[in-house]
């Protein structure tokens, strides 16, 4: 088992931990609904630590970002950071994730779990004048959020905060300590995400610094369940839930990043030839109509045919309704009528909804 | 983690208080601090009697669903049907106002078969 550098802090906190994606991980402190109410009302705090910092330096980084990735890395701005995916030949999703470019380096911001994976494909991949470098290890990440995230953050970091764009950052120094502070997230409110290395106590100082300027906000710690419950109000794609390596970014929502008049990245004949075809199933998002909770992997019916698969539920908490996400055959989308989730032999009533569920 | 004394305990983590010849039922505060916020408890409200081990409802919380099993044989001779508009309170009250069923006890026999406090504090490590 792994461990971030703020795990004696989750236990000090008497944080619910479970193992996820090899690290001991808070699912929740106080309750899953709270945290999640204080990241759309007030400030909330995350500790992501667990996801994947991987660098790609050299003279050809940027091709090779390029060839790796689906969307189009060479928009990137030195500063900025753009949402992305890696696919197999096929199509098929590796990872999503975030790429970041610092000068002439590119930072990889990968899922834990597929960590292992996506370093293994990129070594598979590489090409010319190429490094790559995880520091996974190095780096803790920590995710402010809420609409009191800026407010929170204002004084402890010595750039003005109000002018950090959406998808920038800056390298800077939160509560004395070096950092890179971006404007990002995965929960749709105002937020930031802060990367910094260093040892366990440098990981508490930032930490308890954000705790105590976020008193006053009632700021609180937050964790996997609410970012889970969070990122789902706003249709966001979880890996291994809602894409995988069977499914692809064209049927998953995601054709906003596939950009298809790139030249020669990874899954780029496979995914033009699916769009030719035009796609089979869709990613959409769906509320019941009667009570219960959806459930990854539940059946979606109408009458007898079954016509997709549920890939992620929950009881919104923002809203109080129980909302999901699923793949449906789209010979059957029609927003006019009802389907059944098969929900352990029980079927519940369901309609297609707007996504993303809470508009921001 | 509250086990009280007076409560008898299966590996399921539901208990039972015994009052004369009935049994009341609900989910221990360990099930509901392992669950977390309870959004639904659906009690198989068509039941009349119950053997041990059969399931007499399901509890629904944000990130899972569990099956509520029955410790002891009997009739059901209530529901707590304030649980339908009010589930949070399994995570209040688990042993109090969070209680499930009450059942008439069929085999008194069968509560030697249940935990003691003691047996199910070692049970989940506490």
């Given at each position: 088992m792994k461990y971030t550098k703020l795990n004696s802090i989750h236990k000090k906190l008497n944080a619910k931990l479970v193992e996820f994606a090899g690290f001991q991980m808070p699912v929740y402190y106080t309750s899953i609904v709270e945290e999640h109410l204080s990241v759309r009302n007030g400030v909330g705090v995350f500790d992501v630590s667990h996801m994947g910092e991987i660098f790609i330096s050299g003279k050809d980084a940027l091709n090779f970002v390029q060839k790796v990735t689906i969307n189009d890395a060479s928009k990137l701005k030195s500063g900025k950071a753009q949402y992305s995916a890696m696919c197999y030949e096929n199509g098929g999703i590796v990872d999503d994730l975030l790429v970041y470019l610092f000068e002439q380096e590119f930072m990889l911001v990968v899922n834990a779990s597929n960590k292992d994976k996506d370093l293994k494909w990129l070594l598979q991949n590489k090409f010319g004048d190429v490094f790559i470098d995880d520091k996974s290890d190095d780096y803790t990440l920590i995710a402010v959020q809420g609409p009191k995230s800026a407010e929170t953050l204002k004084n402890l970091v010595e750039i003005d905060i109000n002018n950090l764009k959406y998808y920038s950052f800056e390298i800077t120094k939160v509560g004395g300590v070096d950092a890179i502070v971006s404007r990002?997230?995965?929960?749709?409110?105002l937020g930031y995400e802060i990367y910094l290395t260093g040892d366990e106590a440098t990981a508490e100082k930032v930490w308890n610094a954000i705790f105590e300027e976020g008193k006053k906000f009632d700021i609180k710690a937050c964790g996997l369940g609410a970012r889970d419950n969070l990122r789902l109000e706003m249709a966001y794609c979880l890996y291994g839930n809602d894409i995988?390596?069977?499914?692809n970014p064209l049927e998953a929502g995601l054709e906003w990043i596939t950009k298809l008049d790139k030249e020669g990245f990874i899954g780029k004949d496979a995914l033009m030839k699916i769009k030719q075809a035009g796609i089979k199933r869709k990613l959409l998002g769906f509320e019941l109509i009667e009570k219960g909770i959806p459930r990854h992997g539940n059946e979606i019916f109408y009458d007898s045919i079954k016509i997709g698969f549920v890939t992620s539920g929950t009881l919104s908490p923002f809203l109080n309704k129980p909302i999901g996400l699923g793949y449906f055959n789209v010979n059957f989308i029609d927003e006019s009528k009802l389907f059944e989730i098969d929900n352990r032999g029980k079927r519940l009533k369901a309609k297609l909804t707007k996504t993303p569920f809470v508009q921001k | 983690m509250t086990i009280p004394a007076d409560l008898k305990f299966t590996r399921d983590h539901e208990w039972v208080k015994v009052e004369g010849n009935i049994g009341t039922v609900g989910i221990t505060d360990f099930a509901q601090s392992e669950l977390g916020d309870i959004v639904f408890v659906d009690l198989k409200k068509t039941l009349t009697e119950i053997k041990k081990g059969e399931v007499f409802g399901t509890v629904e919380a944000v990130k899972t669903v569990a099956d509520l099993y029955a410790p002891i044989s009997g009739k059901i001779i209530e529901f707590n049907t304030n649980l339908e508009s009010a589930a949070e309170v399994v995570n209040k009250d688990p042993y109090g106002e969070g209680w499930m069923i009450k059942i008439e006890i069929a085999n008194p026999a069968e509560l030697d078969e249940l935990l003691d406090a003691n047996s199910y504090k070692e049970l989940i490590g506490a």
């Open positions: 990002t997230g995965y929960t749709g409110e995988n390596e069977n499914t | -």
